[in-house]
C-alpha cells in the first residue's frame, strides 16, 4: 500500500514539471566526425577501463575498454590486385580478418580475392553474418544454465539482441548485392547504421550481465571480441565509401514521401485528428474501444499480414503497464490525447531485478515507429537506479510532442536513426543516453534534483567505434532546471554529458542553456578520470542563456566550441540522420539544416 501511494506521488511529481511553450523554432541537421578510415591521428583509448561509479556519484555501467585502432592505408574505390591477406591487412582489425578468411579457406570454401571495395565488404559482411549466428546459438544453449531470475534476465536480452545483430547483418548483405530489388537496396548510409546496430547490440548484452552482477554467466560469449571486430572492419571499409558520398538532403520537403507511404497513409501521418478519427484500432480503459491494454493491441497488430502503417489510438487515461513493440512490428504509430492526458507508466528498476535494457516503460523495436501526443514514466523512484522510461531501436523512428520523464537512464536511445521534437525529457543521471544517430528538436529537458552527493549528468552516448555514424545532437532546444531543483541549484553539479565509450558523440546547438549547467559544461567519465577525454566529440555551437558560455568549459581536445558553420552542419537532421529522406512521410514538422 505504502508502494502505491509513493508512486502515486511520483506521478503527481512528474505531471507537475513546468511544460513551457517557450521553445524556439529552428532547424537542425548532423554529420558524421569519424576521422578517414584509419586515420593516423586517432589517439587509442585508455589500456584500461575506470572502476565501477561509486554510490557517492553518478552510476552506471562502466565504459570498456577497446584496444586501439590500427592505421593501415584506406583501401581505394578502385581495380586492385592483390590476395586476402593483402585486403584484411588494411583493415582495423587484420589479424581477427585473416584468421576467419584462412579458416573459410581450411573448409574448402572457394574464396576469389575481390577486385573492388564493395566486393571486399559484402565478404567481411557475410563473414560477420555467420560468426553472428554462430553466437547466438551458442547465447541460446546457456537458457539451461539459468538458475536464477537475475541469470534470466541478462540470457533473455542477449538472446534477442544477438538475433537482432543477425537480422541487421543480413538486411546489410541482400542491400548491398548489387542484383538487389529497390526495396531491398540500401544506401552506404543504412548499411553503416544497421552496421552500428548490430555491434552496439554485442555491447549492450555486456553491459545487461554486469548490471546484474552475472557477467561471469555470459562470459564465454561476451569476452570473445571477434564478433565485434569483424563487424569494426565492415563499418571501416564501408566508411569508405560513405566518404564519397554526400547523403545529407536539403531539399523542400513538404510535398516528398516515399513510394512505401500510400496516399492514405499520408493523410494519416500529416493530421493527427485524421490518426484519432480513422484508426485501426482503439485503447480506452472505459470500454469504449476494441482493447483496455495498450500492449493487447501491439500484439494483435504484430499478426496482421501486411506491415503498412498501423494506427492505434489510445485514449486518454493512466495505463499502469509496460509495453513493447517487437523487432519485426513495424510501421506502428501509437497517438494519445495529448501530454497530460494519455500516459504510460510503470516502475521497473535495475534493483528489481530488470536488466537496464529491460526496465523500459516502453520498448520500441520495429522500423519507422511513431508516438505522438503521450507521456511516458518510470516511477521507479532516485533511491532504484537505472530505470528507463522510454527504450527505442526503431530505425527511423520519430517522437512527437511526447512526455519521457524518470530519474536516472530516463530515455534509452539505444540504436537506430530516431528523431525526437517538441518533446519533454526530465531526469537526473545519464538520463539521456545510448548510441543511436538521433536529433532532438525544439525539445524541454529537465534537470531534476538527484539524491544527495549525487550530480546531474544530461547525456551518456555509447559510440564505441571511431566509424560507427551514431550520436545526440540537441537543437533549437531548452535545457533548464526543474522544478524540484531550481530551490537548491547551489547543493548540485549539473553537466551536459559525460563518455560513456570512447568516441561519445554529442553536440548541442542554437539551444537555450541555463544556469544550472556547470562552467565547466562537461565531465569525466568518473572524477579524475582521463578516460576517452582526446576521443570524444563534444561540441556546442551559438548556444544561448546563463550557462552556455564556453569560456570556462573543460580543456579537453575533445571538446569543441564551434564557430563553423560548415562543421556545425554535420550535426543537422540532414547530415546525421539523412531525415530529408524519410522524415517527411511522418507528417511530423522539421528542419534539415541549421
Known sequence: MLRGIFHICL?????????????????????????????????????????????????TTSPPSPGPVAAPSPINNGSVSGDMTWWCNKTPHAETCNYYFRKSSQNNINLRPPRFRSEFLRMLVKVALDQAVITHSQTVKFGS?????????????????????????????????????SDVKCTDFDAQTWLSTAQTNIETCRSGSEDLNVSDFVMPVIS???????????????????????????????????????????????????????????????????????????????????????????????????????????????????????????????????????????????????????TFINTAGPLRGQAVAVRSSSDLSVFYRVGIHGFQDTLYIHSQRQFFRECYISGTIDFIFGNAAVVFQNCMILVRRPLHGQANIITAQGRGDPFQNTGITIHSSRIIAASDLKPVLRAYKTYLGRPWQA????????????????????????????????????????????????????????????????????????????????????????????
Not at 548556444?543 to 556545425?568: C, E, L
Request: hydrophobic share 35%; charged share 15%.
Open 11 to 59: 506521478l503527481a511529481s512528474f505531471l507537475l514539471l513546468p511544460f513551457s511553450s517557450a521553445v524556439h523554432d529552428s532547424g537542425f541537421t548532423g554529420g558524421t566526425d569519424a576521422p578517414p578510415p584509419w586515420d593516423h591521428n586517432v589517439s587509442p583509448p585508455p589500456e584500461t577501463a575506470p572502476s565501477p561509479t561509486p554510490t557517492s556519484s553518478p552510476s
Open 145 to 181: 544454465s539459468c538458475t536464477n531470475n537475475q541469470r534470466k534476465a541478462a540470457w533473455s536480452d542477449c538472446v534477442n539482441l544477438f538475433q537482432n545483430t543477425v537480422a541487421q547483418l543480413n538486411r546489410t548483405l541482400k542491400g548491398l548485392n548489387p542484383a538487389a530489388s
Open 224 to 374: 570473445n571480441k571477434n564478433l565485434s571486430d569483424l563487424i569494426g572492419n565492415c563499418l571501416a571499409v564501408n566508411g569508405v565509401l560513405m566518404k564519397q558520398h554526400d547523403h545529407t538532403t536539403t531539399a523542400n520537403h513538404k510535398e516528398y514521401f516515399p513510394s512505401w507511404v500510400s496516399r492514405h497513409e499520408r493523410r494519416l501521418l500529416v493530421s493527427a485528428s485524421l490518426a484519432k478519427s480513422s484508426p485501426h484500432l482503439v485503447v480506452a480503459q472505459d470500454r469504449s474501444g476494441h482493447f483496455r491494454s495498450i500492449q493487447a493491441a501491439i500484439n494483435f497488430a504484430a499478426r496482421r499480414r501486411f506491415k503498412s502503417r498501423f494506427v492505434i489510438y489510445v485514449k486518454k487515461g493512466v495505463y499502469r503497464e509496460n509495453i513493447d513493440v517487437g523487432n519485426d512490428n513495424h510501421n506502428i504509430m501509437l497517438v494519445g490525447d495529448g501530454e497530460r492526458k494519455t500516459i504510460i507508466t510503470s516502475g521497473r528498476s535495475v534493483q528489481h531485478g530488470y536488466t537496464t535494457y529491460n526496465s523500459a516503460t516502453g520498448g520500441f523495436g520495429g522500423q519507422r515507429f511513431v508516438a505522438k501526443d503521450m
Open 503 to 594: 568516441y561519445s558523440r554529442v553536440t548541442i546547438m542554437k539551444t537555450y542553456i541555463d544556469n544550472s549547467i556547470s562552467p565547466l559544461g562537461w565531465s569525466p567519465w568518473l572524477r579524475g578520470s582521463n578516460f576517452a577525454l582526446n576521443t570524444v566529440f563534444y561540441g556546442e555551437y551559438k548556444n544561448f542563456g546563463p550557462g552556455s558560455s564556453t569560456r570556462w568549459r573543460v580543456r579537453w581536445k575533445g571538446f569543441h566550441a564551434i564557430t563553423s558553420t560548415a562543421v556545425a552542419s554535420r550535426f543537422t537532421v540532414g547530415s546525421l540522420i539523412a531525415g530529408g529522406s524519410w522524415l517527411p512521410a511522418t507528417g511530423v514538422p522539421f528542419k534539415s539544416g541549421l
